[in-house]
């Protein structure tokens, strides 16, 4: 029920990464990285599994040699989501990636040596329709930068990703996204800031090695939060010291703060306090984890008083208002029912499931008059 984002996203390129379209006007993709080991397919599988579960658009596999490069075949071949291969420096692992049905590169072209081993690669990534991602990270910068620079800053970032873009410039591939990625948030932002100035293609934004899952949510909020409201940004990844899934989480409910995207419920619940008449908290988490499974966009507010329920409700597309000696529920801004304590979250469930059908019924409707 919430207004479009007032948010003005920059122009970028669109490329392709498998069948997920990113930059253009696509949605910003929302993306993780396992972290099984490579060699243990059933593992990463099941991981990469989850993650698509939970809503990933792109999964980056890291393939640091060549038995993971089989391996890697092996996954390609039994899950849907786009892959990404994280590979560095050896560009015959890029080559037999390729050939396995990769559908992305991150791999540097400046770090990859020789001039024909660069034009092997590009030509493979070009051949195959596949694009390339450029990843600069703050803690491997190359050394003429650091020293030039005396330690990362927003500008040795930059300088390092004009020189791997460079490369792909000279052989006119011009299917890649870029990263300049930094735990510091201020580097990682000026360096994104700057880069987007600069090229056209996409940006795929990262505060690397942000921390653990509270820390690392607040740090990454912030530092992407701050592009993302810049219209910077065309994918994203919370690098957290967590499950993957969680990463995929956060990144979404970053873009639906900003209303740059929705995908299941958009929860609106007060903090709760003594003028509560349901248990807030307690209704708010059981309520998350039931409705896990929903990716249909729904606005619901969860509010323990007629203090600020109301109000609330009236910008949601179902709204609990804490009362007695029964709490009332409004369905698209408007009174409808009342629900008392006990069986609450089950009366909740089940009319926000029923609110899920019908806006999934009007969808179809929607599509198929379109068509
Ligand atoms: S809405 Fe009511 S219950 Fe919730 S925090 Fe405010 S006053 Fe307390």
């Given amino acids: ?23 253009g006007d696509a949605p910003i993709a929302v ?17 990469i599994q989850q993650l698509e579960k939970a809503g990933a658009d792109i999964v980056r596999v890291s393939v640091p040699d060549m038995d993971a490069a089989e391996s890697f075949g092996k996954i390609k071949q039994r899950v849907d989501v ?31 040596g020789r001039e024909d081993r660069v034009r092997a690669v590009v030509s493979a990534a070009r051949d195959n329709g596949i694009p390339i991602r450029i990843g600069v ?36 591939f011009q299917e890649f996204k870029v990263s300049v990625k930094a735990s510091d948030v201020f580097m990682a932002v000026a360096a994104y800031r700057d880069l987007a100035t600069r090229i056209e293609q996409p940006l795929h934004l990262g505060i690397t090695e942000a921390g653990g899952l509270r820390a690392g949510t607040v740090k990454s909020s912030i530092g992407l939060g701050m592009l993302l409201m810049d219209g910077i940004g065309d994918t994203i990844r919370v690098s957290l010291a967590a499950d ?7 990144g979404f409910d970053m873009l639906k703060s900003l209303r740059l ?6 929860f609106i619940a007060c903090p709760s306090c003594s003028r509560q008449n349901f248990d807030v908290i307690s209704t708010m988490n059981q309520l998350e984890e039931r409705l896990e499974d929903v990716m249909t966009p729904l606005d619901v507010s969860v509010i ?31 009174p409808a029912s009342k629900l008392r304590n006990d069986h609450l979250v089950d009366d909740l469930e089940k009319l926000i499931r029923d609110k899920v059908r019908q806006k999934q019924q009007q969808q179809d409707d929607m599509i198929a008059r379109s068509v």
């Fill in 1 to 23: 029920m919430h207004a479009p984002s007032p948010i003005k996203r920059r122009f970028s390129r669109q490329i392709h990464v498998g069948n997920v379209a990113v930059g």
């Fill in 31 to 47: 993306q993780s990285m396992t972290n099984t080991n490579t060699l243990d397919v059933d593992a990463t599988v099941a991981q």
């Fill in 82 to 112: 786009p892959l990404v291969a994280d590979i560095h420096f050896d560009y015959k692992i890029a080559l037999r990636v390729a050939e396995l049905g990769v559908d992305c590169l991150r791999i540097n072209p400046g770090n990859i």
């Fill in 137 to 172: 990270n703050a803690g491997s910068l190359e050394k003429d930068l650091q020293k030039k620079y005396g330690e990362p800053t927003p500008a040795a970032l930059v300088e390092s990703a004009m020189r791997h873009i460079d490369y792909l410039d000279r052989l006119d």
């Fill in 244 to 250: 993957p899934v969680e990463e995929i989480k956060v």
């Fill in 261 to 266: 995207r929705s995908k299941g419920i958009n």
């Fill in 304 to 334: 323990g008083c007629v203090v600020n329920g109301p109000g609330e409700a009236k910008e949601t597309d179902i709204g609990l208002t804490g009362g007695s000696p029964a709490n009332l529920v409004y369905i698209d801004g408007k």
